[in-house]
């Protein structure tokens, strides 16, 4: 019996050794070879380069961001998904800069959750529009005039911050985050079903600042989208206010 045991712990051991000696599909190598990648000037060495030490990478990493987030409205096989997100990673590859500190992990999972979303919301949305056609109808009437009306708010909106965001912001990183978040609010239509974690992580992905700093310029935002809706409302318009005449 005192064998048997000592058997099991000798077992136990050279699983755990197993595991540690287990190769790690995207760490330091893959992100050298990005580096690699990004340097060299020949078609032909990037060709071999991705082909032999970051295709695989970049294929498991996409397959496993399509299983862990269930990404539902896509209406190819699950091959093809992966497909297109690997080559979204590929198209992003020259934007990656190894210099700013930040792994290339965690910038191409990024990449392929933005692709994933954009996607997956435009799906949805496709979804939506053949299904409850009858719904919709009934609705469209109230709900046009309501829609005209937000669209002209939003777009007197995007025309006044444009004029004084420099004088909101001084820091050109808080000017470079509200810059981001105007031009998302001009592309209200597309991102409709976006949700707050999907959108944050557009805005983070454009300007490269952390969550935090981006809730501070929304909610100084925030203020002055309260204020400006209520002149809307009270008279019909939003009038720009010059540089130093602020609230």
Known sequence: MPKKKINDVKKEIKKIVKK?????YFGQEVQDAVVDYNSSNSDSDR?????????????????????TFKFTYFDMPFEDVKHEVVAFMVMNMHKYDHTKGSKAFSYFSVVAKNYLILHNNNNYKKLKSHNGIEVLDREKNIGNNMDQDLKQLTQEIV???????????????DLNVAYSIIDLMKRMDEIENFNKKALYILIREMTDVNTSHITSVVNVLKKHYKKLSNEYHKNGTITPVKSGSFF
């Not at 540690?20 to 790690?24: F, G, L, Q, T, W």
């Not at 060709?47 to 299983?67: C, M, P, Q, S, W």
């Open 20 to 24: 540690k000696k287990r190769k790690v």
């Open 47 to 67: 060709n071999v380069i991705y082909g032999t030490r970051i295709h695989a990478a970049f294929d498991k990493l996409a397959e496993n961001i399509i299983n």
């Open 159 to 173: 025309n006044y911050f444009e004029i004084n965001l420099p004088t909101i912001f001084k820091k050109q990183r």
